[in-house]
Nanobody, 123 residues
Framework: QVQLVESGGGLVQPGGSLRLSCAPS????????MGWFRQAPGKEREFVAG????????DYSDSVKGRFTISRDNPKNTVYLQMNSLKPEDTAVYYC????????????????WGQGTQVTVSS
């Protein structure tokens, strides 16, 4: 079992930025492809971004492409989601996810999930 711990959520104004972080508890990050999903009130959970084990390949949803960047620092055992130019429609609970596959893309079903961190974009 892998426990994923997210941090970095909060309240930000439209156009602002936030960086989310996720670290696996007691496990080596490099063993997993990683990703971020989100779920807005009344909507289904959706894929946001994914990254391969080594960090060389990424995938993004069309709604965040060009604004969000997923990255990983394996020596620091942490994966990040840099979110820029935030919009009210980005408001959601953001979940970190891990997969035993080589890469986590939009069609991947993750093996492990974090508890989620709230991101609210509002003026």
């Amino acid at each position: 079992q892998v426990q994923l711990v997210e941090s970095g959520g909060g309240l930000v104004q439209p156009g602002g930025s936030l960086r989310l972080s996720c670290a696996p508890s007691g496990r080596t990050l490099s063993s997993y492809a990683m990703g971020w999903f989100r779920q807005a009130p009344g909507k289904e959970r959706e894929f946001v971004a994914g990254i391969s084990r080594g960090g060389g390949t990424t995938d993004y949803s069309d709604s965040v492409k060009g604004r969000f960047t997923i990255s990983r620092d394996n020596p620091k055992n942490t994966v990040y989601l840099q979110m820029n130019s935030l919009k009210p429609e980005d408001t959601a609970v953001y979940y970190c996810a891990a997969s035993v596959q080589a890469i986590l893309i939009r069609s991947t079903i993750p093996n492990f999930w974090g508890q989620g961190t709230q991101v609210t974009v509002s003026s």
